[in-house]
């Protein structure tokens, strides 16, 4: 089965919520002319960051800026993730990714686990508690933000729960470009997976950051990328493809094998920490 992904790769307005969500709203139309099923924005691309200032345009799910993007989604008729600050319980805040549906319905939500303590993120936010695996009819696919990307044990449990694709939206800042897609390639190889990565571009407050969004194929080898200017990104992959790599080389199905023989119970608790929404 083939798949169509728009990334929209934007140079967030910090603090402007309104500009950014009307530069989204564009790429998301944009994307739906050319036949995209699924768009995916950067990390906290509706407020360019998070920071004492900011923190009071976080809402919860059902409101404010999600309430926006559900109804972008349903006019537009295309999945729609990237992250926005979110409301949760007692107070706190977290960096969330949420996967809307086509009609508009929320399909998933995963708050970041991982904070970036570079840009404070430990200050002001709430990491999340669990992973979050999407079923699609296309299959399945993973959510993380940003700074997840250095932890490696998080984009192998998404392999081992069934995931053929990760997707991460990213705010990821000069000059760490070679880590940016050194760890991509490198999670798309390891787990033999589809690598779905957006990143935020051009100068945000005080930071640079270099865009470079990018599609990543189970071998490795990048199909699509951008360089660091504001654009939208369109490509079709095929689905079958991570099944007839996995089946050619087993490196996922060694790795099970040896952790069935050794640790098989401690990753029995982290995979069945995965919410399905």
């Not at 992250?83 to 007692?90: F, I």
């Amino acid at each position: 089965m083939n798949i169509t992904f728009s990334l929209a790769q934007i140079h967030s307005i910090y603090g402007d919520e309104g500009s950014n969500f009307l530069k989204a709203s564009e790429m998301v139309a944009e994307a739906a002319r050319r036949h995209s099923q699924i768009i995916l924005l950067p990390e906290l691309w509706s407020t360019g960051g998070v920071s004492e200032e900011l923190i009071h345009l976080a809402v919860p799910l059902n409101q404010g800026i999600f309430a926006r993007i559900s109804m972008l989604a349903r006019e537009n008729h295309i999945c729609i993730l990237g992250s926005n600050l979110c409301s949760l319980e007692q107070g706190k805040y977290g960096n969330t990714a949420v996967f809307f549906d086509a009609d508009g319905s929320i399909r998933a939500s995963y708050t970041k686990i991982h904070l970036f303590s570079l840009m404070n993120e430990d200050h002001y936010l709430t990491s999340g508690e669990h992973l979050t695996l999407v079923e699609e009819k296309w299959g399945k696919a993973g959510l993380s933000i940003c700074y997840d990307l250095r932890f490696p044990e998080l984009y192998r449990t998404y392999a081992f729960a069934g995931a053929q694709m990760v997707f991460v939206s990213a705010a990821w800042p000069h000059p760490r470009l070679h880590h940016w897609q050194t760890l991509l390639r490198a999670r798309a190889i390891e787990n033999q997976m589809y690598i779905i990565a957006c990143n935020q571009s051009g100068m945000v407050k005080d930071t640079c950051f270099f865009g470079h969004s990018c599609i990543i194929d189970p071998w490795g080898e990048t199909l699509i990328e951008a360089g660091e200017t504001e654009v939208l990104l369109t490509a079709t992959i095929e689905m079958d493809v991570v099944n007839k790599i996995r089946n050619t080389m087993g490196v996922a199905n060694f790795v099970e094998q040896r952790i069935q023989t050794h640790v098989r119970d401690v990753w029995d608790g982290v995979v069945y920490a995965i919410a399905l929404s």
